[in-house]
């Protein structure tokens, strides 16, 4: 961003012990002005296993993040033994289709009935649904015919460093 490059938002995995014992909250709102960053153009992710689980330290932290503007995002959802009712008492902005359900989605017909079940489910709450794990065109093609408009994996970029994205965001201008 100091270079005038546009970088809408940035996702950062959260451990689920971090929250559990340590003040989530507060380190995230001092590197936000340390270094000038809305709480809005941050997303956390966090896994079901942690929305399940009923700890009030984890909950109060989820709460404050939300409170400030920061996004919440659930990892790999529909993997674990999930209750959908967290859906609905926790403050979660985003789902995360796990990869295991995009793999096959070009040959596996209960893949695309999860799959479009999940979608179902991000409409219905008005939360974003990401597809993790695209590798090809054709799975791309089957999660923006399901109506699946984010999606993260090999197909769009490798991981990069921080000095390659930016090479990589001056090609590709993904958005405007």
């Excluded at 330290?57 to 790999?76: E, K, P």
């Excluded at 993997?79 to 040959?107: H, I, W």
């Excluded at 695309?112 to 993790?132: C, K, M, S």
Aim: glycine share 6%; aromatic share 6%.
């Amino acid at each position: 961003q100091r270079r005038g490059l546009a970088v809408p938002s940035m996702a950062i995995n959260v451990s689920p012990l971090r929250f559990k014992q340590d003040d989530v909250a507060g380190d995230v709102a001092r590197l936000l002005a340390q270094h000038g960053l809305a709480a809005r153009t941050l997303t956390l992710e966090v896994t079901e296993r942690l929305m399940l689980e009923d700890d009030e330290h984890a909950r109060a932290q989820l709460t404050q993040l939300h409170a400030m503007g920061v996004r919440l995002s659930l990892d790999d959802f529909g993997t674990g033994y999930s209750s959908l009712s967290y859906l609905k008492r926790l403050p979660v902005a985003e789902l995360k289709l796990d990869k295991s359900f995009v793999r096959d989605l070009e040959t596996d017909a209960d893949d695309r009935a999860l799959a479009a079940a999940v979608l179902a489910i991000g409409r219905a709450l008005d939360l974003v649904v990401v597809a993790e794990g695209v590798e090809t065109e054709g799975q791309h093609l089957a999660l923006l015919r399901a109506g699946c408009e984010v999606a993260q994996g090999y197909l769009f970029s490798r991981p990069l460093a921080a000095r390659a994205f930016e090479d990589w965001l001056l090609l590709k201008r993904p958005w405007p």
